[in-house]
Each structure stands twice: as C-alpha cells, then as structure tokens.
C-alpha cells in the first residue's frame, strides 16, 4: 500500500488502510518535518493542531478509494506574516477539495460527451461517490482543457 500513496505525493506515508466491502480506507499523513506557510514562503515546524480531511481517489482493484488525509495546521515564524497560522498543502488535491486532482481529471474526461446525469450514474457504480452538480462545477472549472481537447461542451452563459 505504501508504493500505492508514493504514487499521489512521495511525502506521504501510508498509517493504515483496510478494505470494506467495495471500499478501501487508507489513512495518510505527511513525512515531512514541517511546512512552508503559502502566504510568506517561511518554512516552520511548530504544529499548530492536526485534523483530518476525507477524500475520494481513483479506484483500486475495482473498489472506491478513501484516503484519510492527517493535516497539520502550523504556526507561521515570520512576524511580518499576515497570518499566524496556516494549513500544510499538498499538491495532489486543491486547498479545499474532497477528491484527488486525477480523480477531477478522469471525470472531467468521462463525463464530456454525456449528460451530468448519466456521467453521475456511471461513475457513482464505478468510481466514486458524486452528484451530477458535482460533475458540472468541474466541468466549469476545467472548461479551458475541454475546450483544448477539441471536445464543444455548452454552457448557459456562451
């Protein structure tokens, strides 16, 4: 499993993992010391709090992956920082995302020559779970590569 979560971010190390019926769990968490803040670029090791965040991910083995995320939040060490505290950010997921950046890509592409309705029945049996208003904010938001791969897709306000 550990070869498995080095595939989404080499500094991450697998805690856990178990497999529920048609589900896998794994929990992850960062290997680095520390965190640099996003707003000033000062790294810090001091640890703020830990929380986690629950993700969706690319199926393994035909069943729905759940990744864990254990988060640290840090204290920023520059005094002229605009904040005092920031969360530590990964590149495989957006600061505020529930799904892998892949996992945004293969819907994206599984869902441009159909509905938001059918993609969602689709992928919900296979992939993942999400809704088709889910399914058209990514397409909204990923509109510039739609419209690179030569695919129309319509939208209200074109």
């Not at 550990?2 to 290997?31: G, P, Q």
């Not at 830990?50 to 520059?78: A, E, H, S, W």
Request: aromatic fraction near 6%.
């Amino acid at each position: 499993m550990e070869e498995i979560v080095k595939l989404l971010d080499k500094n991450l190390e697998c805690v856990r993992y178990e497999v529920k019926d048609d589900r896998i769990v794994i929990w992850v968490k960062s290997s680095k010391k520390g965190a640099v803040c996003p707003y000033c670029g000062t790294p810090s090791t001091r640890v703020h709090s830990i929380y986690k965040r629950t993700l969706q991910d690319l199926p393994i083995q035909g069943k729905k992956v759940t990744i864990v995320l254990i988060c640290r939040k840090m204290f920023c060490d520059n005094e002229n920082c605009s904040k005092k505290k920031f969360a530590e950010t990964f590149e495989f997921v957006n600061p505020r995302g529930k799904m892998t950046k892949r996992l945004e890509e293969e819907i994206v592409k599984i869902s441009i020559n159909m509905s938001s309705i059918q993609a969602s029945r689709l992928i919900r049996e296979n992939i993942a779970d999400i809704g088709k208003s889910s399914i058209c904010n990514l397409q909204k938001r990923n509109r510039n590569v739609v419209r690179q791969e030569g695919c129309k897709v319509r939208y209200n306000n074109d």
